[in-house]
């Protein structure tokens, strides 16, 4: 059985950071992309990130460039999106989900993702 289990979560002031963890497991780690979602309250979820694991490749959203770095691990099958300078904005639960074929289709679109985590929450205070 495929399972995605987020960690690291956590409450923490403007400017701080944290770094969240995505332990894989049930499925062939290097055939599925990685990628990381967030859902606010009453907004849409949107991707933040994605990692493809067989080639390091990485993508980011415009509103985490240059503050948050996705990273993977293929010898422990955990995917880490390390954020700095976090901002109120930033605040939402932290999904993160996989997809074999998502490089092929729209990767900020969570219907391209076959597995999903139970989410973690991140708040960042001002």
């Known amino acids: 059985e495929a399972q995605l289990v987020e960690s690291g979560g956590g409450l923490v002031q403007a400017g701080g950071s944290l770094r969240l963890s995505c332990v894989a497991s049930g499925f062939r780690f290097d055939d599925y992309p990685i990628g990381w979602f967030r859902q606010a309250p009453g907004k849409e979820r949107e991707g933040v990130s994605l990692?493809?694991?067989?080639?390091?490749?990485?993508w980011y959203a415009d509103s985490v460039k240059g503050r948050f770095t996705i990273s993977s691990d293929n010898a422990e099958n955990t995917v880490y999106l390390q954020m700095n300078s976090l901002k109120p904005e930033d605040t939402a639960v932290y999904y993160c989900a996989a997809g074999q074929w998502v490089l092929y289709g729209n990767i900020w679109s969570p219907e391209e993702y076959e597995y999903w985590g139970q989410g973690t929450q991140v708040t960042v205070s001002s």
């Open positions: 990692i493809s694991n067989s080639d390091g490749r990485t």
